[in-house]
């Protein structure tokens, strides 16, 4: 199969991790590996591997068969509608209650009505309570803490009760994660609390998104400052030093992941950071991990440079060589 491109608009980013997501949920979900999802995608287990991670994306041929595999609509596998799959709907409203403990944290319990725009779940249940969450401060001003907590609790426990049963699973987890949140407790805690009400299957999930969206862009590319090229011969990317982010975007639409890697992982540290800094956020982190675990041999990173250089060329990047 093609190799899928890398994208640096964020926006196309951002359907790679909802793909990624999805896929994941769906092959918990029948308690398959990912080695046994692509025998029966008769595709390669490194291929899954790099969708769930939410590098790449299959073609739309393989997308539609994914699709039918799983019986879902290309819609709901690219997160474009959400269907009704119990356990995906979750992990979506997990990704909201995560951005509130942050926000909470960074910015104070007021800030969270200003984020409800940006829920990836559009849960009803979740957004009323956030925007309840003024009041629940004004009832704390006039008790104390731990009389405050316990009315808390009971009150978001009772709008619980209220909810149809086929959504209070979801409700329960949102009002608990709730109440740690409005407690002050740490992301982490947080995190535990919500992937009880997930299962443990999803405990090292929740760990990756918690990863990457706690790593900023400048500390990564900082680690790149004072890197040293791999070798004398490993230097064919060198001339790419003054290369304009538009030029560098062009090429990274025609590169895939693996010959990015295998270059950069040669570089200098000024020529990665090049590349790197026109990748989405959160592409950046995968990418910068497979960089520090690159174990090939110098031939391989020469053969993925002249093939960057090749590109540059293609493109009137660089001069072609007569």
Known sequence: MKESYIV???TCAEKLFA????????RRGKGMTQEQLAENLFVSAAAVSKWERGISLPEVGMLCATADFFD???????GRKTGTNGRLVGLNIAMDLLMCARTAREQGLLALE???PKFISGNEFLCFLVKLIPELCQIGQIAAEGQWIERIHNLLYNYVETLPESERKNGKMIAETLIYILSGEREEIVREVIASHLGMEFRDKLSVFAQYKEQRKEDILATYKDRVIF??????LEVLADATALQIQMLLRK????????????TSGAVAEKFLENLSDKLLIFVDEDIRHFSGSAEEIVKAQQRVLELAAGLGILAKEE
Do not use: C
């Not at 879902?72 to 690219?78: A, G, H, R, T």
């Open 255 to 266: 590169l895939d992941v693996i010959t990015l890697v295998s270059a950069l992982a040669g």
């Open 8 to 10: 640096e608009n964020e």
């Open 114 to 116: 200003n984020i409800i």
């Open 72 to 78: 879902v609509s290309v819609d709901e596998l690219l």
């Open 19 to 26: 793909f990624a997501d999805i896929l994941y949920v769906l």
């Open 231 to 236: 070798s004398s011969d490993t230097n064919l």
